[in-house]
């Protein structure tokens, strides 16, 4: 059996332990949220200029099919196969960047290493414990 001065030492011991390894961490956690932060930043760039694409497709997308059914009631068959092939190029434009901003949202993981570091580093402070 630990007489209770050792057991209190031993413990003094891991804690001092703990600090010293939670200290030296603080720094890579430092570094590593300024990664992640670049990395979340170019990564919501992407997503606003996808946003504002898919706006503005669908706002052209809706004022050409507008136009369509105007131009249909002219008659004039050039006219309105131009005006068809107008509006079903926006139309693929924003079904383009509906799917494109769908596709970078579903992949989006902020922080993620950050997490999985600070993760690890707890489970390793309960082993220690």
């Known amino acids: ?74 008659g004039t068959p050039y006219l309105l196969a131009v005006v068809w092939a107008i509006a079903g190029t926006w139309l693929l434009v924003s079904v383009g960047a509906f799917f494109t901003m769908r596709a970078q949202l579903r992949g989006a993981d902020h922080f993620n290493a950050l997490q999985t570091e600070l993760r690890e580093d707890l489970k390793a402070i309960k082993e220690a414990l």
């Open 1 to 74: 059996m630990l007489n209770p001065l050792s057991q209190a030492q031993a413990n003094v011991r891991r804690w001092k332990a703990i600090a010293t390894f939670c200290a030296a961490r603080a720094g890579d956690y430092a570094e590593l949220a300024g990664l992640e932060l670049a990395e979340t930043k170019a990564t919501l760039l992407r997503e606003l200029i996808s946003m504002v694409a898919l706006a503005v497709g669908v706002l052209f997308t809706l004022s050409f099919l507008c136009f369509a059914l105007i131009a249909t009631a002219f």
